[in-house]
């Protein structure tokens, strides 16, 4: 097992990753009004999949 190890200021690409899978399972699963899932694509795109989560699940919050 390979031990990883963080370079400060390098981002966690598995945290990133599991971000973006998040989002897009909200996305598939119609959970998103189109404003919010609409922010969140753009997020993605610009490559902040963080701040896309943290969006989503801000609006999931609200909806309940």
Known sequence: MTKHVRVRGEPDRDYEREAERLVDEF???GLLDGDIR????KLLANDRPIEA???VTEYRQNVR
């Open 27 to 29: 996305a598939d699963r």
């Open 38 to 41: 609409e922010e969140a694509e």
């Open 53 to 55: 989560l943290r969006r």
